[in-house]
């Protein structure tokens, strides 16, 4: 089924909100912040993403996700353009998606202040476990289940987790 009645941008909006993250299904596109702009230029959709670091091996799997999506809802004609600059930060992640990750038993990023503290002193990072909460973690690994993640363990609980990389 083709739509034949004019494309509205809050109808693209929403169907984005629908199209999970293959590494982390907890959360969508949208709650990434990855997706930076839709364009509707006749029947054409543009959809305009950044990727969280560059060569990520998900991004292939999310441009057909998106694709999928909206051929689903009746819109064939697409076009995915990948950008890289503005360079992706964890500042574009919406605060509900930082919720599914912990939630999920992923340590969501740190504010922002706390992220350009630790570039110098990354030994001191505080991650807070999400499982019990405690600041009492070390790192494991600079790499978890995902370049994007680093792998921690709680000295309370004695659970690892990954952590969302600030960036």
């Known amino acids: 089924m083709v739509k034949t009645a004019p494309i509205s941008s809050a109808e693209i909006w929403a169907i984005l909100e629908t199209v999970t993250d293959p590494e982390v299904p907890v959360l969508t596109i949208t709650d990434l912040g990855i997706v930076r702009d839709v364009k509707i230029n006749d029947d054409l959709i543009e959809v305009v993403i950044t990727p ?3 060569g990520c091996p998900a991004m292939d799997m999310i441009a057909m996700n998106i694709k999928l999506a909206l051929i689903e809802h009746g819109y064939p004609t697409i076009k ?6 503005p360079a992706w930060t964890t500042d574009w992640m919406s605060e509900a998606g930082k919720a599914k990750l912990k939630a999920y038993g992923i340590a969501p990023p740190n504010p922002k202040q706390q992220a350009c503290r630790d570039e110098l002193f990354a030994a001191d990072e505080a991650v807070q476990c999400p499982h019990c909460n405690s600041h009492h973690t070390h790192r494991i690994s600079e790499f978890g289940s995902t370049a994007c993640k680093s ?4 000295d309370d609980c004695k659970e690892p987790f990954d952590y969302f990389k600030c960036h």
Not at 80 to 85: E, F, G, N
Not at 151 to 154: A, F
């Open 151 to 154: 792998l921690y363990q709680c």
């Open 80 to 85: 995915i353009t990948s950008v890289l600059s």
């Open 52 to 54: 969280t670091y560059t």
